[in-house]
Each structure stands twice: as C-alpha cells, then as structure tokens.
C-alpha cells in the first residue's frame, strides 16, 4: 500500500532537485526523506531516482510515477476537502428545480458561488412546472426551487422575489404579424401562439399569457423560442431572454391591442418551511436577501 508521506517525499524530491532541499521545504531531516523514497520504491519494486549522479535523477519509469504521485496526492486532498466540508455541515450535493420558462441566466450568480465557495458541492438541475417544483420542495427532493411567483404561495413554503422580468409579444421579422403597424385581438387570436407547457401549470400565468386558439407547446423557453424564431407563430418570452436576439435580429416584438401596459412577473426563490437546510442552501438564500436589500 502507498504511503502518502512517501509519495510527498518523492514528489519534494522531484521539485526541489535534492533529498536535502526536499527535507527542508518538508522541515524534515534529510535521512527521514532519503529513507520514505527508498521505503517507496522498495514498496513498487523499482527504482524512481538514479542516484549514480550527484543530484538523484528521475528513472523513466520514475518520470511516469511523478505525475501520478501528484495525481493521488491531489485527490487525496480533494477527500480531506470533502470530509471537511461534510462535517461543517456543507452539503454533498444540492438539487436546484427551476421552471421551464426561466432563463437559466438567472442561476448564473447562484451557481458561480457555488463553484467558488463550494467545490465539492455536487450541483443538480432540474426543469419542473409550477406545482411539480412546489410537490418536489415539499417532498424533500429539491433543496431550492426558482419559478414564477403566484398570487399566494402555501405556508410550508419560504420564498424570495429574486428577479423581475418584464413580458414581451414577439415574432420572427419573417412572420405575418410582424408587417402590421397594429394588431387586433381578433387577429392575435387566430394567429398560433407558441406556448411553454409549463405555463398551461401556472396559476397566474395560465389566465395571462394564453390567448390564441391556435397553440404549440415546447417544454421549455430556448424552444419555444426557436419555434418563434423560425415563424412557427408568435409568444410571449421573458426580455432579458429576447434582448440579444433582437440585435441578431432573429425576433422583433409586437405591440397587439390587449397589450396597453407592460406586463412583468417575479421570479421567486422558493424554499420548504419545515426543513433545516445545509450551508450551501443557506448561503444562496442570504445571497438573494442581502441583494434585495441593496437593492431597495
């Protein structure tokens, strides 16, 4: 069985170009170095240094067991990592539900954090309607979820509006409605509207965002956006989603005659009441607070 003392000896060796510089940068003595190298390579069966020179001098075979000496060394240091995390009450994994009609540009910070603060924090994403989001939350199968507010939300669930997007009409430049300097109620109605499946889920949205007769759902926005986009009718997509494709002009919006006033929703972090959470969760949720804060 490798040693991990060894191994270091040998890596030392191998940087510092001498068992002596190795024992100092280790403040070990120089003979407890020599001997965790020789204790390694007797262990291996082969020899990793040519000592025939005045400075040892790393074998072939050597050369290929360097790197993998600090490829151990470095995993072995990932599982000390982890350990420690887990013991301060860091989570190994945290599963995110977010609606399918959310950009997942509104993770971007959350994930970031995670990465950052959290590296061996395992992340897992999950697309959920509204109610499935809340049921998942309630079931203790997701930690966080992120989706549409509602008019009222059950008292087992926390939340946070975290964003505020603004609705936009929009339609591919090629498609019918785009040419009319105005858009009747009668015209939008027979006109096919693209519809994310989850919105037919949404209390609020579902009696909002639905008009046309004529539908075809998508699972989510980057689909339904890019039925959209190749004219397959027209919808109703978050701004920040639609800014960029208005400069590659591959949408435009459309002012139809029920739109008078901008229509906007909050995007809600949402969490189980009854539930303690880990201290990766906790952090978003403080993330959001003191953001909201400044904000104000």
Aim: hydrophobic letters at 40%; one cysteine or more; proline letters at 3%.
């Amino acid at each position: 069985m490798i040693n991990l003392e060894q191994a270091l000896a040998f890596i030392t060796t191998v940087e510092t170009g001498s068992f002596s510089a190795a024992a100092r940068k280790l403040s070990k003595s120089q003979s407890s170095v020599s001997i965790g190298v020789s204790n390694l390579e007797d262990e291996l069966g082969l020899d990793l240094f040519d000592r025939r020179t005045r400075k040892p001098t790393l074998t072939d075979t050597g050369e290929r067991l360097y790197h993998q000496a600090k490829l151990l060394l470095r995993q072995a240091e990932k599982m000390n990592h982890f350990a420690l995390a887990v013991n301060k009450g860091v989570e190994s994994k945290v599963v995110l539900g977010i609606d399918p009609l959310a950009p997942m540009s509104c993770l971007d910070s959350m994930l970031i954090n995670i990465d950052k603060l959290y590296p061996n924090t395992e992340v897992e994403i999950r697309l959920l309607d509204h109610a499935t989001l809340q049921k998942e939350l309630l079931a203790h199968n997701i930690d966080l979820g992120i989706h549409f507010g509602a008019d009222a939300y059950p008292q087992y669930l926390n939340f946070i509006t975290v964003y505020q997007y603004e609705w936009l009409c929009v339609c591919s430049p090629d498609y019918p409605l785009a040419s009319l300097d105005s858009i009747s109620n009668e015209e939008l109605l027979a006109a096919r509207q693209i519809v994310c499946e989850s919105t037919k889920h949404h209390p609020v949205l579902s009696q909002t965002s639905i008009f046309s007769q004529d539908t075809w759902e998508a699972d989510n926005m980057a689909q339904c956006s890019h039925l959209i986009e190749l004219g397959m009718g027209w919808g109703i997509l978050p701004s920040d989603w639609c800014a960029e494709r208005f400069e590659l002009g591959s949408l435009i919006a459309i002012e139809p005659e029920f739109n008078q006033t901008q229509m906007y929703s909050g995007l809600d972090l949402v969490w189980a009441a009854n539930r303690n959470l880990g201290q990766v969760c906790q952090s978003i949720i403080e993330r959001f607070i003191i953001r909201k804060s400044d904000n104000n």
